[in-house]
């Protein structure tokens, strides 16, 4: 017996199991689909809740829209700073 035959590196059976292991595998395009939407289902109402809560979403708002909102947010700072401040009491809070 020579030390090639010896030699499992070159043995018949692993080579032709490692020849069906090399060849390529065709798999359904909705393979990756299918699995995230069952990884999806299995999560729980909190993670789908912060998921949900944390996913970036674009929002428009017109020019006046935005200056009316910023009016509003200088106003509440306004009326909030002046909250301790009771007339006829010499100060602040």
């Known amino acids: 017996m020579s030390d090639d035959e010896r030699d499992p590196v070159h043995d018949p059976v692993i080579e032709r199991v490692a020849a069906t292991l090399r060849a390529p595998v065709r798999v359904d395009p909705r393979f990756d689909a299918r699995v995230v939407a069952a ?40 009326l909030g700073g002046r909250a301790g401040y009771l007339p006829g009491t010499g100060g602040g809070a």
Request: net charge positive.
């Open 39 to 78: 990884i999806q289902e299995r999560r729980s109402p909190l993670a789908r809740l912060v998921r949900w809560l944390t996913t970036p979403r674009p929002v428009a708002i017109s020019p006046l829209a935005g200056l009316a909102l910023a009016a509003g947010v200088a106003a509440v700072a306004f």
